[in-house]
């Protein structure tokens, strides 16, 4: 049996990481740490996954080579606050990996690996960004293959000799599917008894999937994958259970700075805590959060009771009914 609990964007730069400065490294993560961490009365969760939004990294050049908005950086000194979370490993296939060129991949990639923290998506060229990660998890060392990919910001695919993205076009075209294929299989190769398949996808402030993403989602668990993260929408969107595995369309923001939208709010979140035997989905708990600026804490109240209901419509629209639980939602096989 292994529990693995799911995040989604973790935003670590600009104004998060001028306070983080200020704070402990276990600050930002609030009230829902001991849900992440387990033990003291709390289920015991066997690996941390999160979608990590930024570079960690002291350049100070940014990517100009495109047009882009926005570029996020956060010191090296936070992976700190990564550790304090017992973050296993981070998804890097995302539109902000690469704000700070290569060189700030690069320095990524290193300051994790310091840390101990695994990796999968990003690499120093394209057969590296393309590698899962394959993270040991619960008593009997259960092997669990992270596959990343994205379809956001193609200039920051990696190349042959030249560090990037693995990038993949969200599509229903025979090569786009082979590639899926061949990225599920590799980590089946390294020996992955159970893959989770992780998708930085798709445009923002959007609550529902598209048909296309319905269908993509679809094709990834039939061509292997064991559970489905989506995440870049900053908004979370319902939950599916096909052929007895979870599609998590997009697991929305978890720590950030951002402005909140008050009809969308893209300040609701959940944790989401997937457990699995031999590779066979059991159950899906989703714990609803709410974030302020560089923190995230449990929900409550009205709050939390507006995420909830938000989530249990969400997913009734994708065919699949949530059980309540106290104060959180589950889904399961059946």
Partial sequence: ?????????????????????????????????????????????????????????????????????????????????????RIDACSLANNHTLDYEEEGLLDTLRHLDEAGIQHAGAG?????????????????????????????????????????????????????????????????????????????WGPNMVMHPSRLFQEFAHAVIDRGADLYYGHSAHLFQGVEIYRGKPILYDTGDFIDDYAVDPVLRNDWSFLFVATLERGSFRRLEMHPVVLSYARVSRATGTEREAILERMEHLSAELGTSLLRAEEHLVAEPG
């Fill in 1 to 85: 049996m292994v529990t693995i609990a799911l995040a989604g964007d973790v935003m670590l730069g600009r104004g998060v990481n001028e306070v983080l400065g200020k704070m402990r490294p276990e600050e930002p993560w609030g009230d829902v740490l001991p849900l992440m961490t387990g033990g003291h009365g709390y289920p015991e969760v066997d690996l941390r996954i999160i979608n990590l939004e930024c570079a960690l990294t002291t350049r100070l050049q940014p990517w100009t080579r495109t047009p882009k908005v926005f570029h996020f950086r956060a010191d090296p000194s936070v992976v700190s606050v990564l550790q304090a979370a």
């Fill in 124 to 200: 120093k060229d394209e057969r590296h960004a393309a590698r899962p990660v394959i993270l040991r998890a619960g008593q009997e060392g259960t092997r669990v293959g992270l596959v990343a990919v994205t379809d956001n910001e193609p200039a920051f695919a990696a190349g042959p000799d030249r560090a990037g993205t693995h990038y993949l076009p969200v599509s229903m075209e025979i090569e786009v599917l082979r590639r899926v294929e061949d990225a599920v299989g590799m980590a089946r190769a390294a020996g992955a008894e159970i893959v989770v398949f992780s998708n930085h």
